[in-house]
């Protein structure tokens, strides 16, 4: 099986794990304010930064999906 996740859909994600992160890590407003930017600078959609963690996402995801169905097979059937 074959899934890919879009550069808008991971986009999505790391502007919520990025503001989380921003929120709850007790960091100053600077730190915030530069860790904000960061993203909306450096990995803005068509970059060069966003398009290498795309791809990773997809690779990540892909080798765990693929750990997940070698396991499945190994299983011995005696379990219910």
Do not use: C, Y
């Not at 986009?11 to 904000?36: F, P, W, Y």
């Not at 966003?50 to 791809?55: A, G």
Request: hydrophobic share 35%; aromatic share 4%; net charge negative.
């Amino acid at each position: 099986m074959k899934v890919e996740f879009t550069d808008d859909e991971i986009n999505e994600a790391l502007i919520v794990l990025v503001n989380h992160m921003a929120e709850e890590a007790g960091l100053s407003d600077k730190d915030r304010a530069m860790l904000k930017r960061w993203r909306s600078n450096d990995m803005r959609l068509g970059s060069d930064d966003m398009d290498d963690l795309v791809r990773k996402a997809n690779d990540d995801f892909q080798q765990g999906l693929m750990r997940r169905q070698r396991s499945q097979i190994r299983k011995p059937d005696w379990r219910g």
